[in-house]
């Protein structure tokens, strides 16, 4: 069965005037012909599509960068509020960009809130000391983080002390203990010197790193 073609002959004439009688001919045209009612909407949907596409590129358009973040961060107190929102009413594609906004505002607060949780879920220095000396397991692991913590400075300690004894100062005044033979400066050994340096600064981050984990276990909250 052959489609009704009446759509297309009005398209094919759009620039010229339409009278009262054939307005009222079309709509009553129009609700008893299905081919003609699916091709308005065809016709339609290209319509908006080609309006879209020569509109897309103009940037008086559409609202800019700053006018979306400050009406994301203060809603209808932004300047212009009431200007921004008709825009928004009739505009897709500055909706979506507001939408974009507005997330990643609400992911900068969320890391803004754990941070500052983060920050004081140990609560203050006397908080600590009480939960420390709370029982003996806190207490342990209060003195097991502070013995890392030793052990973290004799490390770094050390290593200065290498690089001085290395490059600044003669060792031979010092005289030949087992420590400098171990750290490759009597007798001098180059690889052996930055062998240790590189081993001593590992272990002291590993055991600040350790310090700071059983502190924390010892003072945080149950």
Do not use: K
């Not at 009704?4 to 009688?21: F, K």
């Not at 008086?60 to 300047?79: K, Q, R, T, V, Y």
């Not at 030949?176 to 033979?181: F, I, Q």
């Amino acid at each position: 069965m052959r489609e009704c073609n009446r759509i297309s002959a009005l398209v094919a004439r759009l620039d010229q005037e339409c009278s009262p009688e054939e307005e009222e001919r079309l709509r009553r045209h129009l609700q008893e012909c299905p081919d003609c009612r699916r091709q308005l909407r065809r016709v339609g949907r290209a319509t908006r599509g080609l309006v879209a596409l020569a509109f897309e590129d103009e940037e008086e358009e559409h609202l800019s960068d700053l006018e979306l973040a400050s009406f994301a961060a203060h809603g209808l107190d932004a300047p212009h509020a009431d200007a921004i929102v008709r825009h928004l009413s009739g505009c897709p594609r500055c909706r979506r960009e507001l939408t974009g906004v507005c997330a990643l505002l609400d992911q900068h607060d969320e890391l803004l809130q754990d941070d500052g949780q983060s920050c004081g879920r140990c609560g203050t220095f006397s908080e600590q000391v009480r939960r420390v000396i709370s029982g003996p397991r806190r207490f342990s692991r209060a003195l097991v983080s502070f013995a890392m913590w030793v052990l973290e400075f004799a490390c770094f300690g050390l290593a200065v002390f290498q690089m001085l004894a290395a490059y600044v100062v003669d060792v031979r005044e010092i005289g030949t203990p087992d420590v400098l033979a171990a750290l490759g400066l009597a007798p001098r050994n180059e690889p052996l010197i930055w062998s240790a340096l590189a081993v001593l600064i590992t272990l002291g981050i590993l055991f600040r790193w350790l310090g700071a984990q059983f502190y924390h276990s010892a003072v945080a909250p149950e």
